[in-house]
């Protein structure tokens, strides 16, 4: 399975953003699906994750009251909606397939696409 993001940009401090993710291959909709980021300098960290339904969410406390992540699976897309955005936001943002059920911060399998990046002017 592969997965394309899109969605990034440029943007100022205070707007949003909405982050996609496609997947083609695989049968997607039986995919847990989460949001990682990477900043400059620092290790990628997770950001949220859904399960294959949409039933349920994990999100990083920091983050849950600005992102919210939804998925569309007759899209094949997981989506990552981010507001107020924040200089500490800019990274390049990854989507990847999780534990079905949620109970890890990290991506099921150590195998990453290109990206997306965010910039946040202050």
């Known amino acids: 399975v592969r997965f394309v993001e899109s969605g990034g940009g440029l943007v100022q401090a205070g707007e949003s953003l909405r982050l996609s993710c496609a997947a083609s291959?695989?049968?997607?909709?039986?995919?847990?699906m989460g949001w990682f980021r990477q900043a400059p300098g620092k290790e990628r960290e997770f950001v949220a994750s859904?399960?294959?339904?949409?039933?349920?969410?994990a999100n990083v406390d920091s983050l849950k009251d600005r992102f919210t992540i939804s998925r569309d699976n007759a899209k094949n897309a997981v989506y990552l909606d981010m507001n107020s955005l924040k200089p500490d936001d800019e990274a390049v943002y990854f989507c990847?397939?999780?534990?079905?059920?949620?109970?890890?911060?990290?991506?099921?399998?150590?195998?990453w696409g290109q990206g997306i990046q965010v910039t946040v002017s202050a």
């Open positions: 291959g695989g049968t997607f909709s039986s995919y847990a």
């Open positions: 859904i399960t294959w339904n949409g039933a349920n969410s």
């Open positions: 990847n397939e999780v534990n079905p059920l949620l109970r890890s911060r990290g991506p099921l399998f150590n195998y």
